[in-house]
């Protein structure tokens, strides 16, 4: 059963950590078929107070993140039960706000006491007690060279407001520091080099609007293909408004968010997750993450594979479902593929260990060769970490060659150092705080000292800057991952755009290329004509990696001709097929609709990414009465697509197939109709369905009803006049 890595334990039992005052020696752990990693104590005797998350600069200094704030003025709902139904209730930052406010409010003592201490020594017990301590950011550094650090400096701290969560996530990315404090994420300089942030950003804010479990906070910043700051958050739900002002509001959703390095172009890539930490992207620009179970027995963690608009199918209600129905149990949303499940929902492709924290994927000249193309997860608080490959499966792709490399240290975030080692913060002791705690370095001493990794070091410390346009040509396809991102954003800054033309172009390494498409798809988004002109040409390109990658950032731009990409989704290649209907989705066309139709008869239902692309275009380039037209189609996984697509358009149409031959599509139906903020001029008509006599789908109306109601498989049925009114008073 999970603990919600680390940070969301909900047992009092101290973990096996290390003090912070004892420097251990080197151990070696198992590594499965690999040689093993060494494991030793890089904070030396730094104390590392309860750190959570870690990123190193190219300078090889980290910064790590400290919460004091976690469950003392960052409340846990679990303590605080009463608060279940308001809790449900809060949209905003500012419904928080005031229900601390409300509830918290000076002069109700007793009331205030049972919540809060008096933390701010005034003598009472109020909101003003959530305002005291603060979240800090550390940066250490090993100045001698010896290999261990030997100084510790504060950052960045006063993050401390009534609705601050806490410092779970932080991404040193040259001169810059970003930092997700929910409800906030920051942009930190130090301007002056004294080791001080100086200047501080917020780039968006709206993050953590309910109170919900411990832990599940905002973490996994990284640098995207695109240029993109992409983190992701858990279920303490999102509702931010953009730079732009478009509102983004899943109340009840973990997702993955991304936008551009200033702040502009926010979007939630992904939603339904419930406390993915630390998302991670490969050498080909696929992001994966391992999503946080909910405690129910027999369930289990889950490896997912992250695409632009998905539905992983978690919503915070459930986990306060109790002994009522509860969908993501009873309908096996949180399973791999299987037959009837919701089919909105992408499902994970495997499971994995017990509360996945930390994630990273190696650039590729880190540690050993033999360690190249692996993922390095942590588990915590049992101190497990594994590494494993992913290979292709369709469009999508299956966990290989899993095994563990060490055990008993509860390492939370890990991440990969500029000298190709791999830094683990270390919780010192566990749960409650006890501001002790560690850094750790795992590496592979043999290959500690080789040159590429020497050479890597020295190119990410002095940087790309000074480099010769056509050296920087070259280094797009160096072994490491780092240096050829840092080549691409240096040429996309010289707009070097006919360099990265002639590279797309050459097919002579097929990373540079696809390095110098997404250059190519970044000075498209900026507005370069030449950038898109080849992007375009690169449709038909012969390496099927190179068109998908050329689709997937045309999928990007602000404006495209859709019709442009029908002619290659045949293409044989499923990369392919799924990144063309996933940017018809983007950029829709109602000349596609005949293409969708036919692709979607070369599917089969456990197609799970293809047909979640097909779902995708058909709700941007079908209108509601052509996808009402496909309850005619012989075909039940058109049928059910068009339902789903119907169910994005929030269109009442969908109740046509509410007495669909199939109990998948009429349930789905039902579903649609139902869930979320549901389809209010179709409650109705679902009522109805559900006291219809002529309806015989006794399995539908045992799910339908369940799901509205949170009763199991008795007391199914009431009068269907009250059924609309009933349905959205108690609606999920």
């Known amino acids: 059963m999970s603990r919600i890595a680390f ?14 005052d004892e420097i251990q020696p080197a151990v070696s752990q198992p590594a499965g078929n690999n040689p093993p990693l060494e494991f030793t104590k890089w904070s030396g005797r730094i104390n590392v107070p309860d750190p959570v998350a870690i990123s190193l600069d190219n300078h090889g200094r980290a910064y790590v993140t400290q919460t004091q704030r976690r469950k003392l003025q960052d409340l846990d709902l679990r303590e605080h039960r009463e608060w279940t139904a308001d ?36 003598g009472h017990h109020d909101y003003r007690d959530l305002m005291v301590v603060s979240e800090k950011i550390h940066r250490l550094e090993d100045s001698d060279g010896d290999g261990t650090a030997d100084a510790i400096t504060t950052f960045a701290d006063d993050f401390r407001t009534e609705v601050t969560g806490i410092a779970a996530g932080v991404l040193a990315d040259g001169d810059t520091v970003y930092a997700t404090i929910a409800p906030d994420v920051w942009k930190l300089r130090d301007t002056d080099g004294d080791g001080v942030a100086d200047d501080r950003e917020l780039l968006a804010t709206g993050f953590g609007l309910h109170i919900a479990y411990g832990g599940h906070d905002m973490h996994g910043l990284t640098v995207g293909p695109d240029g993109k700051i992409y983190w992701s958050i858990g279920d303490k739900a999102i509702s931010v408004m953009s730079k ?67 539905d992983a199918g978690w919503r915070f209600n459930y986990q306060l479902r109790e002994s009522r129905y509860n969908p993501w149990m009873a309908e096996g949303i949180w ?45 915590a608080p049992n101190g497990n970490q594994i590494a494993f490959q992913v290979q292709p499966d369709g469009a999508s792709f299956r966990m290989v060659n899993e095994q563990t490399i060490g055990n008993g240290i509860p390492l939370v975030g890990i991440n990969f150092g500029p000298d190709g080692a791999l830094y683990g913060v270390d919780w010192g002791g566990g749960y409650p705080l006890n501001q002790t705690g560690a850094v750790w370095k ?35 396809s160096h072994a490491d991952q780092r240096i050829r991102l840092n080549a691409q954003f240096e040429l996309v800054n010289r707009n070097a755009v ?92 109602p000349d596609a609709v005949p293409s969708l139709v036919e692709f979607s008869k070369t599917l089969r239902m456990s197609d799970t990414y ?18 009402q037209s496909m309850r005619e189609s012989d075909s039940e996984l058109l049928r059910l697509a068009a339902v789903v697509a119907l169910r994005q358009q929030a269109s009442p149409l ?62 199914m049925r009431c009068e269907s006049r009250s059924l609309p009114r009933v349905l959205r008073r108690h609606r999920s």
């Open 442 to 476: 795992i590496d592979d001493p043999a290959s500690a000292n080789s040159d590429i990794r020497a050479q890597v070091r020295e190119l990410l410390g002095r940087g790309l800057k000074n480099q010769e346009t056509a050296a920087l040509v070259g280094l797009l």
């Open 244 to 310: 732009e002002g478009r509102r983004f509001h899943y109340p009840n959703q973990g997702g993955v968010m991304r936008c551009n390095p200033d702040g502009t172009d926010f979007e939630v890539f992904a939603h339904g997750l419930r406390n993915v930490q630390e998302p991670t992207f490969d050498q080909f620009g696929n992001l994966f993450g391992v999503d946080n179970d909910s405690d129910n027995e027999g369930e289990k963690e889950r490896f997912v594979y992250i695409v632009r608009g998905m």
């Open 610 to 627: 293809l047909r979640f692309a097909l779902v995708r275009a058909l709700a941007s380039c079908a209108a509601s009465d052509q996808l």
């Open 654 to 715: 969908v109740v046509d197939f509410l007495y669909d031959k199939s109990e998948v599509v009429a349930t789905d139906a039902a579903r649609a109709i139902h869930d979320d903020f549901s389809i209010p001029a179709a409650l109705p008509e679902l009522a109805e369905a559900l006291t219809d006599p002529v309806y015989h789908n006794e399995a539908f109306l045992r799910r339908a009803s369940a799901r509205t109601f949170g009763w199991g498989s008795r007391n």
């Open 87 to 122: 809790d449900l209730s809060l949209q905003s930052i500012d419904d928080k706000r005031a229900f601390y406010h409300r509830t918290l409010a000076p002069g109700n003592e007793a009331a205030s006491a049972k919540h809060i201490g008096d933390l701010n020594s005034d």
């Open 7 to 20: 940070l969301a334990c909900a047992c009092c039992c101290l973990i096996a950590g290390v003090p912070a």
């Open 498 to 589: 006919g360099e990265l033309i002639r590279t797309a172009t050459a097919h002579e390494e097929q990373l540079a290329g696809i390095h110098a498409v997404w250059g190519l798809g970044q000075l498209a988004r900026q507005g370069s004509q030449p950038a898109l002109t080849k992007l375009t040409h690169l449709l038909v390109d012969n390496d099927p990696e190179i068109v998908a990658q050329a689709v997937r950032v045309i999928g990007d731009l602000k404006s495209f001709n859709g019709r442009l990409l029908l002619s290659i989704l045949a293409n044989k290649s499923p990369r392919v097929q799924f990144a063309v209907a996933s940017a018809l989705g983007d950029h829709p066309t």
């Open 335 to 379: 399973e791999t593929y299987h037959e009837g499940q919701p089919a909105h929902v992408i499902p994970p492709i495997s499971y994995s260990i017990d509360g996945p924290a930390g994630c990273a994927f190696n650039p590729g000249t880190a540690l050993s060769p033999v360690w190249r193309d692996y993922f390095f997860l942590t588990g």
